[in-house]
Protein backbone atom coordinates (compact mmCIF):
# COMPACT_ATOMS: atom_id res chain seq x y z
CA UNK A 1 0.00 0.00 0.00
CA UNK A 2 1.22 3.47 -1.01
CA UNK A 3 0.12 7.12 0.40
CA UNK A 4 1.24 9.88 -1.22
CA UNK A 5 1.34 13.44 0.97
CA UNK A 6 2.69 16.54 -1.13
CA UNK A 7 3.22 17.93 -4.87
CA UNK A 8 3.39 16.60 -8.31
CA UNK A 9 6.86 15.59 -7.80
CA UNK A 10 5.78 13.40 -4.83
CA UNK A 11 3.21 11.90 -7.07
CA UNK A 12 5.73 11.25 -9.86
CA UNK A 13 7.62 9.43 -7.52
CA UNK A 14 5.41 7.42 -6.04
CA UNK A 15 4.08 6.21 -9.15
CA UNK A 16 7.25 5.02 -10.24
CA UNK A 17 7.68 3.45 -7.43
CA UNK A 18 4.15 1.63 -7.37
CA UNK A 19 5.55 0.35 -11.00
CA UNK A 20 8.63 -1.28 -9.33
CA UNK A 21 6.54 -3.53 -6.79
CA UNK A 22 3.96 -4.22 -9.78
CA UNK A 23 6.71 -5.62 -11.90
CA UNK A 24 7.79 -7.70 -9.00
CA UNK A 25 4.31 -9.26 -8.96
CA UNK A 26 3.04 -7.28 -5.55
CA UNK A 27 -0.49 -6.59 -5.10
CA UNK A 28 -1.71 -3.87 -3.63
CA UNK A 29 -4.13 -3.92 -0.54
CA UNK A 30 -5.54 -1.67 1.01
CA UNK A 31 -7.51 -3.46 3.47
CA UNK A 32 -4.22 -6.16 4.66
CA UNK A 33 -1.67 -4.33 3.48
CA UNK A 34 1.72 -5.52 4.90
CA UNK A 35 4.14 -2.83 3.38
CA UNK A 36 2.77 0.87 3.13
CA UNK A 37 5.16 3.41 2.10
CA UNK A 38 4.08 6.68 2.94
CA UNK A 39 6.03 9.75 0.91
CA UNK A 40 6.30 12.40 3.00
CA UNK A 41 6.34 16.33 2.77
CA UNK A 42 7.77 19.16 4.56
CA UNK A 43 6.85 22.24 2.79
CA UNK A 44 4.95 23.42 5.35
CA UNK A 45 4.70 22.93 9.49
CA UNK A 46 1.28 21.88 8.45
CA UNK A 47 2.53 19.44 6.12
CA UNK A 48 4.98 18.12 8.43
CA UNK A 49 2.57 17.53 11.19
CA UNK A 50 0.06 15.71 8.44
CA UNK A 51 2.55 13.33 7.80
CA UNK A 52 3.63 12.60 11.25
CA UNK A 53 -0.22 11.78 12.19
CA UNK A 54 -0.58 9.85 9.15
CA UNK A 55 2.46 7.90 9.83
CA UNK A 56 1.36 7.24 13.45
CA UNK A 57 -2.74 6.38 12.23
CA UNK A 58 -1.26 3.91 9.64
CA UNK A 59 0.62 1.79 12.13
CA UNK A 60 -2.08 1.93 14.72
CA UNK A 61 -4.83 0.69 11.92
CA UNK A 62 -1.79 -1.90 10.68
CA UNK A 63 0.08 -3.22 13.15
CA UNK A 64 1.22 -6.33 11.15
CA UNK A 65 2.24 -4.20 8.29
CA UNK A 66 5.80 -2.63 8.00
CA UNK A 67 5.69 1.05 7.48
CA UNK A 68 8.12 2.88 5.60
CA UNK A 69 8.58 6.58 5.81
CA UNK A 70 9.81 7.97 2.91
CA UNK A 71 10.80 11.82 0.85
CA UNK A 72 10.97 15.06 2.08
CA UNK A 73 9.74 14.45 5.49
CA UNK A 74 11.73 11.69 6.40
CA UNK A 75 14.53 13.62 4.90
CA UNK A 76 14.37 16.33 7.49
CA UNK A 77 13.37 13.57 11.15
CA UNK A 78 16.85 12.41 9.29
CA UNK A 79 18.65 15.68 9.67
CA UNK A 80 17.39 16.74 12.78
CA UNK A 81 18.72 14.94 15.86
CA UNK A 82 15.71 16.22 18.12
CA UNK A 83 13.41 14.39 15.99
CA UNK A 84 12.60 10.76 17.89
CA UNK A 85 10.61 8.90 14.91
CA UNK A 86 11.51 6.15 15.91
CA UNK A 87 8.78 6.62 19.06
CA UNK A 88 6.01 6.87 16.12
CA UNK A 89 6.29 2.61 15.61
CA UNK A 90 7.83 3.56 11.81
CA UNK A 91 10.02 0.88 11.09
CA UNK A 92 11.96 2.30 8.00
CA UNK A 93 13.06 5.61 7.62
CA UNK A 94 14.51 6.68 4.02
CA UNK A 95 15.53 10.28 2.91
CA UNK A 96 16.11 12.18 -0.22
CA UNK A 97 19.75 11.08 -0.13
CA UNK A 98 19.17 7.36 -0.05
CA UNK A 99 15.09 6.59 -1.01
CA UNK A 100 16.56 5.81 -4.46
CA UNK A 101 17.28 2.29 -3.35
CA UNK A 102 15.87 -0.41 -5.10
CA UNK A 103 12.64 -1.13 -2.95
CA UNK A 104 12.44 -4.58 -3.05
CA UNK A 105 16.31 -4.56 -1.47
CA UNK A 106 15.78 -2.21 1.25
CA UNK A 107 12.42 -4.15 2.27
CA UNK A 108 14.42 -7.37 1.82
CA UNK A 109 11.35 -8.21 -0.64
CA UNK A 110 12.53 -10.91 -2.93
CA UNK A 111 11.21 -10.53 -7.07
CA UNK A 112 8.10 -12.29 -7.02
CA UNK A 113 7.13 -12.09 -3.79
CA UNK A 114 3.69 -11.28 -3.23
CA UNK A 115 3.17 -8.79 -0.45
CA UNK A 116 -0.84 -9.35 0.26
CA UNK A 117 -3.41 -11.33 -1.20
CA UNK A 118 -6.70 -9.10 -1.33
CA UNK A 119 -9.89 -10.91 -2.34
CA UNK A 120 -11.13 -10.20 -5.85
CA UNK A 121 -14.16 -8.91 -4.59
CA UNK A 122 -12.66 -6.03 -2.84
CA UNK A 123 -9.08 -5.45 -4.67
CA UNK A 124 -8.84 -1.74 -5.06
CA UNK A 125 -6.36 0.42 -6.93
CA UNK A 126 -5.14 3.48 -4.98
CA UNK A 127 -5.51 6.95 -6.44
CA UNK A 128 -2.11 7.39 -8.05
CA UNK A 129 -3.02 4.21 -10.00
CA UNK A 130 -6.65 5.44 -11.45
CA UNK A 131 -5.02 8.73 -12.24
CA UNK A 132 -2.00 7.17 -14.46
CA UNK A 133 -4.40 5.90 -16.61
CA UNK A 134 -5.22 9.08 -18.05
CA UNK A 135 -2.44 11.67 -16.85
CA UNK A 136 1.35 10.56 -15.96
CA UNK A 137 3.29 12.65 -13.82
CA UNK A 138 6.39 12.59 -15.42
CA UNK A 139 9.67 13.48 -13.08
CA UNK A 140 12.44 15.48 -15.06
CA UNK A 141 14.47 17.34 -12.55
CA UNK A 142 15.31 17.26 -8.85
CA UNK A 143 16.70 19.81 -6.26
CA UNK A 144 16.97 23.32 -5.92
CA UNK A 145 19.58 25.64 -5.46
CA UNK A 146 17.43 28.87 -5.20
CA UNK A 147 17.30 29.30 -1.39
CA UNK A 148 13.86 30.74 -1.25
CA UNK A 149 14.28 32.47 2.56
CA UNK A 150 10.74 31.09 3.31
CA UNK A 151 11.37 27.84 1.88
CA UNK A 152 12.89 24.33 3.36
CA UNK A 153 13.19 22.33 0.01
CA UNK A 154 16.99 23.15 -1.03
CA UNK A 155 17.22 21.35 2.29
CA UNK A 156 15.48 18.25 1.85
CA UNK A 157 16.03 18.50 -1.85
CA UNK A 158 19.65 19.89 -2.25
CA UNK A 159 21.49 18.23 -5.36
CA UNK A 160 19.94 19.70 -8.62
CA UNK A 161 20.02 16.67 -10.95
CA UNK A 162 18.06 16.31 -14.04
CA UNK A 163 17.43 13.35 -16.36
CA UNK A 164 18.74 13.09 -20.02
CA UNK A 165 16.05 14.26 -22.90
CA UNK A 166 16.21 10.59 -23.66
CA UNK A 167 15.19 9.39 -20.54
CA UNK A 168 12.13 11.36 -20.35
CA UNK A 169 11.00 10.73 -23.98
CA UNK A 170 11.63 6.89 -23.03
CA UNK A 171 8.94 7.51 -20.24
CA UNK A 172 6.73 9.10 -22.04
CA UNK A 173 6.34 6.42 -24.59
CA UNK A 174 6.09 4.02 -21.75
CA UNK A 175 2.92 6.39 -20.78
CA UNK A 176 1.35 6.22 -24.44
CA UNK A 177 1.75 2.43 -24.59
CA UNK A 178 0.17 2.23 -21.03
CA UNK A 179 -2.76 4.11 -23.14
CA UNK A 180 -2.21 7.54 -21.46
CA UNK A 181 -3.45 10.66 -23.04
CA UNK A 182 -1.63 13.57 -20.58
CA UNK A 183 1.61 13.84 -19.20
CA UNK A 184 2.51 16.40 -16.76
CA UNK A 185 6.30 17.62 -16.56
CA UNK A 186 7.27 18.01 -13.27
CA UNK A 187 10.12 18.48 -10.53
CA UNK A 188 11.53 20.93 -7.83
CA UNK A 189 12.52 23.26 -10.24
CA UNK A 190 11.86 22.49 -13.27
CA UNK A 191 13.25 25.86 -15.21
CA UNK A 192 16.65 24.75 -13.70
CA UNK A 193 16.57 21.75 -16.31
CA UNK A 194 19.75 20.49 -17.53
CA UNK A 195 21.37 23.70 -15.30
CA UNK A 196 22.69 20.92 -13.05
CA UNK A 197 26.43 21.30 -11.51
CA UNK A 198 26.52 25.13 -12.31
CA UNK A 199 26.29 26.23 -8.16
CA UNK A 200 23.89 29.03 -7.07
CA UNK A 201 23.60 31.58 -9.98
CA UNK A 202 23.74 35.27 -8.99
CA UNK A 203 21.35 36.03 -11.22
CA UNK A 204 19.43 32.89 -11.58
CA UNK A 205 16.04 34.58 -12.65
CA UNK A 206 18.44 35.23 -16.03
CA UNK A 207 19.70 31.85 -16.46
CA UNK A 208 18.46 30.64 -20.23
CA UNK A 209 15.36 28.32 -20.08
CA UNK A 210 17.00 26.74 -23.23
CA UNK A 211 17.49 22.92 -21.73
CA UNK A 212 13.54 22.82 -20.85
CA UNK A 213 12.66 24.39 -24.30
CA UNK A 214 15.12 21.90 -25.67
CA UNK A 215 13.42 19.18 -23.74
CA UNK A 216 9.97 20.35 -24.77
CA UNK A 217 10.70 20.88 -28.30
CA UNK A 218 12.48 16.76 -28.68
CA UNK A 219 9.17 15.87 -26.82
CA UNK A 220 6.98 17.52 -29.56
CA UNK A 221 9.08 15.81 -31.79
CA UNK A 222 9.77 12.03 -30.90
CA UNK A 223 6.03 11.43 -29.08
CA UNK A 224 2.12 11.74 -29.55
CA UNK A 225 1.04 12.22 -25.95
CA UNK A 226 -1.94 14.55 -26.86
CA UNK A 227 -1.84 16.80 -24.09
CA UNK A 228 1.70 17.80 -22.37
CA UNK A 229 1.63 20.01 -19.80
CA UNK A 230 4.40 21.62 -17.13
CA UNK A 231 4.88 21.84 -13.16
CA UNK A 232 5.42 25.44 -11.57
CA UNK A 233 7.59 27.68 -13.37
CA UNK A 234 9.57 30.45 -12.70
CA UNK A 235 7.86 33.45 -13.97
CA UNK A 236 11.00 34.92 -15.55
CA UNK A 237 12.10 31.47 -17.16
CA UNK A 238 10.34 32.00 -20.56
CA UNK A 239 12.15 33.18 -23.59
CA UNK A 240 10.87 34.80 -26.50
CA UNK A 241 11.12 31.08 -28.25
CA UNK A 242 9.95 29.64 -25.32
CA UNK A 243 6.60 30.98 -25.76
CA UNK A 244 6.20 30.55 -29.52
CA UNK A 245 6.31 26.88 -29.08
CA UNK A 246 3.00 27.68 -26.81
CA UNK A 247 1.76 29.78 -29.76
CA UNK A 248 2.50 27.20 -32.35
CA UNK A 249 1.64 23.84 -30.84
CA UNK A 250 -1.92 23.01 -29.32
CA UNK A 251 -0.26 19.70 -27.82
CA UNK A 252 0.83 22.54 -24.87
CA UNK A 253 -1.65 22.83 -22.80
CA UNK A 254 -2.88 26.59 -22.87
CA UNK A 255 -2.54 26.74 -19.37
CA UNK A 256 0.59 27.37 -16.55
CA UNK A 257 1.16 27.69 -13.00
CA UNK A 258 3.70 30.89 -12.75
CA UNK A 259 4.56 31.42 -8.69
CA UNK A 260 4.65 34.81 -8.27
CA UNK A 261 4.37 34.70 -4.38
CA UNK A 262 4.01 38.30 -3.97
CA UNK A 263 3.32 41.64 -5.55
CA UNK A 264 5.58 43.74 -3.43
CA UNK A 265 9.24 44.51 -4.79
CA UNK A 266 10.45 44.86 -1.18
CA UNK A 267 8.61 41.06 -0.03
CA UNK A 268 9.92 40.02 -3.15
CA UNK A 269 13.80 40.75 -2.14
CA UNK A 270 13.06 39.51 1.20
CA UNK A 271 12.01 36.34 0.10
CA UNK A 272 15.13 36.20 -2.77
CA UNK A 273 13.07 35.45 -5.62
CA UNK A 274 15.13 37.33 -7.93
CA UNK A 275 12.30 38.76 -10.03
CA UNK A 276 9.71 42.16 -9.78
CA UNK A 277 6.84 42.05 -10.15
CA UNK A 278 7.64 44.19 -13.35
CA UNK A 279 9.40 41.25 -14.44
CA UNK A 280 5.78 38.69 -13.67
CA UNK A 281 3.91 41.61 -15.45
CA UNK A 282 6.07 41.17 -18.61
CA UNK A 283 5.83 37.32 -18.67
CA UNK A 284 2.25 37.14 -18.24
CA UNK A 285 1.77 40.16 -21.39
CA UNK A 286 3.62 38.01 -22.98
CA UNK A 287 2.39 34.59 -22.71
CA UNK A 288 -0.90 36.31 -23.41
CA UNK A 289 -0.28 38.03 -26.48
CA UNK A 290 0.89 34.23 -28.13
CA UNK A 291 -1.83 32.59 -26.51
CA UNK A 292 -4.96 34.66 -26.02
CA UNK A 293 -6.80 32.64 -23.88
CA UNK A 294 -4.09 31.02 -21.62
CA UNK A 295 -4.90 30.11 -18.05
CA UNK A 296 -2.59 31.35 -15.55
CA UNK A 297 -2.77 29.88 -11.71
CA UNK A 298 -0.06 31.03 -9.02
CA UNK A 299 1.14 31.32 -5.04
CA UNK A 300 1.06 34.16 -3.14
CA UNK A 301 2.04 34.22 0.33
CA UNK A 302 0.41 36.72 3.00
CA UNK A 303 1.72 37.96 6.20
CA UNK A 304 5.34 37.48 5.24
CA UNK A 305 7.40 38.85 8.06
CA UNK A 306 8.00 42.58 6.96
CA UNK A 307 4.56 42.36 5.36
CA UNK A 308 2.81 46.22 5.16
CA UNK A 309 -0.50 47.05 4.57
CA UNK A 310 1.15 48.99 1.33
CA UNK A 311 2.70 45.77 0.51
CA UNK A 312 0.14 43.65 1.08
CA UNK A 313 -2.00 46.07 -1.57
CA UNK A 314 0.80 46.00 -3.60
CA UNK A 315 -0.07 42.14 -4.29
CA UNK A 316 -3.77 42.96 -4.31
Same mark, same amino acid.
Given at each position: ???????????? @??? !????? &????????????? #?????????????? @???????????????????????????????? =???????????????????????? *????????????????????????? #????????????????????????????????????? +? #?????????????????????? =????????????????? #??????? @????????????? !???????????? &??? !?????????????????? !? *? +?????????????????? +????????????????????????????????? &?????
Amino acid at each position: MTVNLGCRLNQA @ELT !SLESV &FNQAGCLYDKNQP #QVIIVNTCAVTAKA @EKESRQRLRRLKKLYPQAVVVAWGCGAQRWLK =DKAVDWRSWGIDYIYGNDNKDQHP *LQFLKIKPGQTLSKPKPSNHKVNSA #QLISRVRRFIKIQDGCRRYCTYCIIPYTRPEPASKSI +Q #QVVAEIKRAEKDGVKEVVLTGV =DISAYGQDGNGRQNNWY #QVSSQGL @EDLTKTILDKTVV !SRIRFGSINPVS &FTP !SFIDLFRNNPRLMPHLHI !S *L +QSGSDKILKLMNRGYSRE +QFRQTISRLRSAVPDILISTDIVVGFPGETESD &FNDTV
